[in-house]
Every structure is written in structure tokens, then in C-alpha cells.
């Protein structure tokens, strides 16, 4: 499942900025394959230029977190962040790990002043609340989707069924068309055959079991066009509701 496929991504992002703002922590959130889904909020000089080279350093605590979000039992995306130290070194231990890695002392300081200071409760506790909040709203972005395409479908079935409706109220018309002709010409049937005396006796009863049939006929579909019309009008009550 691709998370682009149903998500507002600006509302995605919004929420990230907003924790970012009121936390002081870094966010940004990655795909299945951890591509970049969101853009990054509250990184700082620090975490681009040095977080790499700290790696293994035990004289900086970095504080990281990384939540996955599931839509069900599938994974969806991750949410990384955190970006904070535990403790603030003094200056001359600035000094000291910067020679050890061999940066600028300066600017090293000024960067990593910049770091908010928190302990790993608050980053766990941080990293609790954008989980949930970025998973309640995938969840409910996956579902609108998934009942927009549902809506559209059947708002296509409407189309479709409103259509075939009026093509049976067009032929149930014809065939109506029909038995009346076939009425009239076995009304004009018997009169010829009275006509015929002795001689027309068997076409007269031919065209009274055509009369009969063609009366039948009417019957029939007079009760389709009626059950038609109620359907008919079903049918176009729901498509207004698609249509507005």
C-alpha cells in the first residue's frame, strides 16, 4: 500500500510541522523504502553536519526516535526524529570532541547549542504523540478514500441502471405499440371473416384467440411500464443525490 496514493500530503505535513514547532524536535516521515515522504521539520545545522560523524561518540548522548505507522497489520510509513541531547557538555568538552573529530571548534559549539535538551522520556513521550495523531489520520485518509471510490462506483451503477431503465421504458412503449396494431388488425380479421359466411368461420376463431392474446399482451405490459415507472423513479431519486 502506498501512502501517496490516498494521503493529503500538505495536511501530512502540517501535523509534523505543528509537533516539530510545540516539541522542539526534528520530524520527517519516510515510505516502506525510506524515501521521504514529508519534508523535514526542525532539523538543525547540527543534526546535518554532525550527526553522522557521532555515531559511536559516548561523550554526546543523542537522543533518536523512529515509529512505524499501520494501516491494520500493514506498515505504511516511519516517522524519524528526535534530534535532542540529554545534556549540554561544557564548552572544553566541546573543544576536546571536536579536535577528537576534527571540526571547527566554533562552529561546532554554536551548532550544538542550537540541539533542544531532553531526556529520553520526554523523546519517548514526543514520539507517542505524533504516532498516534499521524496514525489516526492515515487511517482515516485510507478510509474516505476507500468510500470515495465506493460512492463513485456506485454512483456509476446508478448511471448505468438508469439508463438501462429508460431503454425497457422505450421498448415496453413499442411492444404496447405492437399489441394495439395487433388488436386493430384482428378486429379487421373477424369483420372479413363475417364477411366470408360459412367460409370464414375458422379465421374468425383464429382472429378472436389474436385479439385475446393481443388484449393479454397490453395487459402485461402495462404492468411492466408501471413497475418500470416506480423503479424509474427510485433510480432517479438516487441519482439526484449523486448529482448534487
Known amino acids: 500500500m502506498n501512502v501517496k496514493d490516498f494521503i493529503d500530503l500538505e495536511k501530512l505535513q502540517k501535523i509534523q510541522d505543528d509537533f516539530s514547532t510545540s516539541t522542539g524536535l526534528a520530524a520527517v516521515i519516510v515510505d516502506t523504502k525510506d524515501i521521504n515522504i514529508t519534508k523535514e521539520s526542525g532539523y538543525t545545522d547540527f543534526c546535518k553536519k554532525y550527526a553522522s560523524e557521532l555515531k559511536g561518540e559516548n561523550d554526546i548522548e543523542l537522543l533518536h526516535f523512529s515509529v512505524d505507522i499501520f494501516i491494520g497489520t500493514e506498515k505504511v510509513c516511519t516517522i524519524k526524529g528526535g534530534h535532542a541531547i540529554a545534556s549540554l557538555p561544557n564548552d572544553e568538552r566541546l573543544k576536546n570532541i571536536a579536535n577528537k573529530l576534527d571540526i571547527n571548534e566554533a562552529s561546532f559549539i554554536h551548532d550544538i ?73 384482428s378486429l379487421n380479421a373477424s369483420i372479413e371473416a363475417a364477411r366470408s359466411g360459412e367460409a370464414g368461420v375458422g379465421f374468425t376463431v383464429v382472429a378472436k384467440s389474436m385479439g385475446e392474446l393481443s388484449s393479454q399482451s397490453a395487459t402485461i405490459y402495462g404492468d411492466i411500464e408501471k413497475s418500470v415507472t416506480e423503479v424509474t423513479g427510485t433510480i432517479e431519486s438516487l441519482a439526484s443525490i449523486f448529482d448534487n
Do not use: G, W
Request: charged share 25%.
Open 113 to 185: 547549542k542550537k540541539l533542544p535538551v531532553r531526556s529520553k522520556a520526554e523523546i519517548d513521550a514526543a514520539a507517542s504523540l505524533i504516532e498516534l495523531s499521524v496514525t489516526n489520520f492515515v487511517n482515516i485518509e485510507q478510509t474516505r478514500n476507500s468510500n470515495d471510490s465506493k460512492v463513485n462506483q456506485l454512483s456509476e451503477e446508478i448511471t448505468y441502471a438508469r439508463d438501462t431503465i429508460q431503454k425497457i421504458n422505450t421498448y415496453t412503449h413499442s411492444l404496447k405499440s405492437i399489441a394495439n396494431k395487433q388488436k386493430m388488425l
